[in-house]
């Protein structure tokens, strides 16, 4: 839903779309407008043959016609229409009458109307009562000859010609259709190519796009944004330059003077200003975490966690955990819970394995109700969860989590790169992080999902414990 008073947001439209139903429609109007143009052509040279055959067959039939009528006078006949000849009945397309001047019919087809023709005794071509005709003359005789043709002839061939050129269009305007449909499509595959290339790309990889095999409308777009890379890629390389540099400076110092007040704190004992030194050294510690959280995020930005061999995760699991537990009270918080795995491979740098594991049990640690556990499970499937106990995250605040510098609303400020670091890690060994809240199977508490690229190799498959198949 959009916020007032902006703009709604347009549908996105597409090339291979419109490029598709303007040519099939621009290629089925142009056949249109062809038929359209032949219909008429057809109608005028149809007409025109047919006013010929007319004209012809007058002029062909009058002596015969002549003759039919001497040869009758003189065997006795008074040049009137005698008995008409038998003949097997058939359609005539061409029907004939002989007329006189006084418009008497004198002789006819056998298909003829006995009733003269409704048209004028004079030479030429004429319309009527759904007829064409051709009216031929010899003034010598003083008869008229009339030839005529049904227009439903002329109208049904006409058709059946028109019909016979379209109908191959039922079938080439779907054949169009597809060649269209995958001319476009094929001649668009380098512009999904360039985008699948560019969706590539990120701060972990700012190589450039080859153009080798582009074509010349999308070589400049490409090279442009090649240079917009190699840009980024430099800008990138200073900044974690800067931040790697930075933190490696700052931590010796850093840790110097932690040590240094640590020990001022223990010879100011019973003094008032112990707990000012104290506050001193609890700050000193939280830049000492953020130094070396920065150093992290550095090594993380460089890909370390990308690995080609697999590695147990469960025994770096079990280190990290015994880590933590040697940490006096924070080991009593850490139940550990391996799902009866034996050993579980994956593909990821196992010391990129270790800082993930120890950025997740930290942030349950430092952001979990202090005196409820954190449990840390491995399910069925091999992810590993880490839950503790805390308020519910809203959802917004949720979505956020894995932002660099964003926390979570603890009472204690932490840096805010822990989740980010992480989530940087994963992503370049193909694993993924999912952040829940309230945990599975709890009203309250924070859960971290951990699913790695598991290898399903059967030298690494080992059965589980009961009641995880």
């Known amino acids: 839903m959009s916020e007032p008073g902006s703009l709604p947001k347009r549908k996105p439209w597409s090339i291979a779309r419109r490029l598709i139903s303007v040519l099939t429609l621009t290629f089925a109007g142009f056949w249109l407008l062809a038929m359209i143009a032949a219909a008429a052509i057809v109608d005028h040279e149809i007409n025109e043959v047919f006013d010929s055959a007319l004209q012809e067959t007058a002029q062909r039939l009058f002596p015969l ?33 002989l007329r006189d001047a006084q418009g008497l019919v004198l002789k006819r087809s056998h298909d003829a109307p006995r009733q003269a023709f409704p048209v004028a005794l004079q030479r030429g071509h004429a319309e009527a009562g759904g007829w064409r005709f051709f009216t031929e003359h010899y003034a010598s005789s003083g008869l008229f000859l009339h030839v005529g043709e049904r227009l439903t002839h002329r109208r049904e061939a006409v058709f059946e010609t028109l019909a016979w050129l379209a109908a191959p269009l039922g079938l080439l305007i779907p054949l169009v259709a597809m060649a269209v449909f995958w001319t476009v499509r094929h001649s668009l595959v380098p512009v999904a190519e360039v985008r699948a290339a560019m969706d590539a790309r990120g701060g972990a990889n700012l190589s450039p796009i080859s153009d080798a ?51 001022l704190a223990a010879q100011l004992e019973n003094t008032p200003e112990r707990s000012r030194v104290e506050q001193l050294a609890l700050t000193l510690k939280r830049l000492s975490d ?17 690995s080609r061999e697999a590695i147990d995760v469960l025994p770096v699991l079990k280190l990290v955990v015994d880590e933590f537990a040697r940490k006096g009270a924070v080991g009593e918080r850490l139940n550990l819970d391996d799902g009866g795995h034996r050993r579980l491979m994956a593909r990821i740098d196992i010391d990129a394995l270790g800082i993930i594991l120890r950025n997740l049990i930290d942030n349950a640690l430092f952001h979990g109700t202090a005196d409820k556990p954190v449990e840390i499970r491995v399910d ?19 979505a956020r989590l894995m932002n660099r510098f964003e926390r979570g609303g603890a009472t ?11 989530e940087a890690l994963l992503s370049q060994s193909g694993g993924s992080l999912e952040l829940r809240s309230p945990a599975a199977g709890r009203n309250d508490g924070f859960e971290a999902v951990l699913r790695l690229d598991l290898c399903h190799c059967a030298a690494a498959k080992q059965p589980y414990s009961e009641g995880f198949g």
């Open 380 to 398: 069925g499937s091999g992810a590993i969860h880490v839950a503790n106990a805390c308020t519910v995250v809203p959802p917004a605040r949720l």
């Open 65 to 97: 016609v002549l003759e039919d009528i001497r040869q009758h006078d003189d065997a006795g006949g008074r040049g009137t229409l005698g008995k008409p000849l038998e003949f097997a009945q058939h359609e005539e397309y061409l029907v004939y009458q």
């Open 412 to 422: 204690v400020a932490g840096a805010g790169l822990g989740l980010a670091i992480v």
């Open 213 to 263: 095999t582009l074509p010349e409308e999308l070589s400049p777009i490409v090279q442009d944004v090649n240079s917009l890379l190699a840009r980024l890629e430099q800008a990138l390389a200073s900044e974690r330059a800067f931040a790697t540099n930075s933190a490696h400076e700052l931590r010796t110092p850093v840790a110097a003077a932690l040590a240094q007040t640590q020990r």
């Open 290 to 306: 953020l130094v070396e959280r920065l150093l992290q995020l550095a090594r993380a930005e460089a890909g370390i966690a990308r």
